[in-house]
């Protein structure tokens, strides 16, 4: 018995990264980072006035939700979330994508309407004057 899964153990293949596949996942790594981080700089400057608004409304609902719970109370129903929701979701499918839908056209008719609220700026003949 002992011999057998000795043998067995012996048959498994070597498990080796080549320096080429690191090389190429740290160039894949590098490049989002600077995404990432040119995307920050841009929220930063508030240049895109839409992503910049999103950032604050995201980090104001956090600040409320984390005011009523603790770290771990929000892991764990992100963690309960995290299992039940894609089952559910399989489940319920059409029915989901119908209703996000509808939710997501009524979502764009509102948010065209405040963005175009939103003064764009000087035009470019107040630039020049």
Do not use: C
């Amino acid at each position: 018995m002992v011999s057998n899964l000795s043998r067995q153990l012996q048959s498994l293949p070597e498990l080796v990264v080549s320096e080429e596949m690191v090389n190429s996942v740290a160039a894949s790594f590098r490049v989002k980072i600077n995404n990432l981080l040119l995307m920050a700089h841009e929220i930063t400057l508030g240049k895109d006035f839409r992503l910049f608004f999103k950032v604050v409304v995201s980090l104001w609902l956090l600040s409320a939700i984390g005011s009523y719970f603790s770290f771990f109370t929000l892991a764990y129903i992100g963690t309960v979330l995290s299992i039940t929701v894609p089952a559910l979701y399989g489940k319920n499918e059409d029915r989901v994508d119908r209703y996000f839908g509808m939710i997501h056209k009524r979502f764009k008719i509102v948010d065209e309407s405040v963005i175009s609220r939103i003064p764009q700026g000087l035009s470019s003949k107040d630039k020049d004057t």
